[in-house]
């Protein structure tokens, strides 16, 4: 076997090892077994990790992400970090790995949303946006838009399902607004941790 063949095995073997883990994490999130572990965390300390993590990516595919000053003065969540960094590090993935254009932006803020006990965090970018008719099954295992639309990129169609069942799993909501050839907007809310007082 040559050495080409040899690398296209090991890729195809760590592609299906990662779709394995994906559904294994899934499968507990929907059925509930996977308990949260929930501690007082800071959004800004996540997002930071997440992007160190996908600093290789963002750098590959010569994207730019922009963290609005919005990040550091929102309160504390309580949250599981290590799901929510997950979450994070999707929808970046996804803003970057589905935009064709030259120049890739992506924008990540955050707010407190008045009255309630959440925050709300925003990731927004410059990609080819969402058509309206498929807004509510991307978020659907396995579902991805059709490749005349995106361009077409390898992935399994899991990423937004797993983004939705952890922040459902927080109490929180998630969705889209979206223009087609104007970007996207994928936002999701997240419990604040309550003051001691």
């Known amino acids: 076997v040559g050495k080409n063949a040899v690398r296209i095995i090991e890729s195809q073997s760590k ?51 922009v963290v609005g ?22 929808l970046i993935e996804n803003a970057i790995k589905f935009n064709d254009k030259k120049e890739k932006k992506v924008e990540i803020s955050a707010r407190p949303l008045k009255g309630e006990k959440f925050i709300r965090v925003e ?19 396995f579902y991805q838009i059709e490749e005349f639309f995106t361009g077409q990129v390898e992935g399994a169609g899991l990423g937004l399902a797993v983004v939705k069942q952890v922040v459902e799993a927080h109490g929180g909501k998630v969705g889209v607004e979206s223009r087609p050839g104007r970007g996207s907007k994928f936002f999701f ?9």
């Not at 990731?123 to 295992?141: A, L, Q, T």
């Open 69 to 90: 000053k919005s990040i550091d003065k929102v309160p504390q969540i309580l949250v599981d970090k290590a799901k929510v960094q997950e979450v994070i590090e999707n």
């Open 123 to 141: 990731i927004k970018d410059n990609g080819p946006g969402v058509p309206s008719e498929e807004r509510e099954k991307i978020f659907s295992k």
């Open 15 to 65: 592609r299906l090892s990662t779709l394995i883990d994906e559904l294994l994490g899934l499968s507990l999130l929907e059925s509930g077994s996977l308990g949260l572990t929930r501690s007082e965390e800071s959004l800004e300390s996540i997002v930071k990790t997440g992007l160190k993590k996908l600093a290789s990516k963002i750098r590959g595919r010569g994207a730019k992400v």
């Open 189 to 197: 809310t997240l419990p604040k941790a309550f003051d001691k007082a």
